[in-house]
């Protein structure tokens, strides 16, 4: 389990988080969701310690985090960060190989994640000869080679048409249903309905929703309510602003 404990995390010039608290078990994905520049990228940096915080408090299964526990986390970026013209199966050896794995170790890991993602008959291909689908289940393989228990997801299913987005998300499913801890950060809120079972709301560097769904709860009205209402007061008041000068 996470645990994220009052996290504060300013710059120079005053923007950041402010006292960010919440927790991901084992098995839960959990979306955050907020406006470019709301803090969720803050968040996420703060926990893989490439910012230092500020004040809070982080754990990971009730150990405060250190870099050492990272092996235990694997990040999957918005954007393929890959060679081009390196192999699918190439680079996911060599990516577990980096992670710390042994050679053996980690070319058994590589064909055992081809074969689960679909991508035997593409493991000598280069990134460049894939699909876009393809490149994203290449990058979930290298995502997967050191095994982690943390999983986080930046905008995974940008780029991808209708059925491949649709296929993917049940592969983060499958990924759950193994004890994985998930957190997706996501700009398309529609996407997540069904897909999660806890929502995380960040705005202006604050928390403003971090429960978990029922069943019937849709996640673009809980995403309205807890977001246009201080937008909505702030409109008002500027309203009255002008009409009392």
Do not use: W
């Amino acid at each position: 389990m996470i645990e994220v404990k009052k996290l504060t995390k300013t710059f120079f010039n005053g923007n950041g988080v402010r006292n960010i608290s919440f927790t991901i078990k084992r098995g839960d994905i959990v979306g955050m969701v907020g406006d470019n520049g709301a803090g969720k990228s803050t968040i996420i940096k703060s926990i893989f310690n490439e910012y230092k915080k500020d004040s809070g408090e982080l754990f990971y299964d009730g150990v405060p985090m250190k870099k050492t526990l990272f092996k235990e986390a694997s990040f999957f970026p918005d954007q393929s960060l890959y060679p081009n013209n390196i192999t699918v199966k190439n680079f996911c050896l060599y990516s577990g190989i980096l992670s710390g794995l042994k050679n053996k170790e980690s070319k058994v890991r590589t064909d055992q994640l081809l074969k689960y993602l679909g991508l035997v008959e593409y493991r000598n291909k280069t990134f460049k000869k894939l699909s876009a689908g393809m490149q994203k289940r290449a990058l979930l393989a290298i995502t997967m080679v050191s095994d982690p228990n943390i999983i986080i997801f930046d905008e995974p299913t940008a780029n991808l048409d209708v059925s491949t987005r649709v296929e993917f998300m049940e592969l983060i499913k499958k990924l759950a249903r193994q004890d994985k801890i998930i957190l997706i950060t996501s700009h398309i809120i529609n996407e997540l309905q069904g897909l999660i079972n806890k929502l995380i709301i960040i705005k202006e560097g604050e928390l403003v929703f971090g429960q978990y769904l029922a069943q019937n709860d849709n996640i673009l009205d809980i995403y309205k309510k807890f977001t246009k209402a201080n937008g909505e007061q702030k409109g008002m008041k500027n309203i009255l602003d002008v009409f009392s000068s």
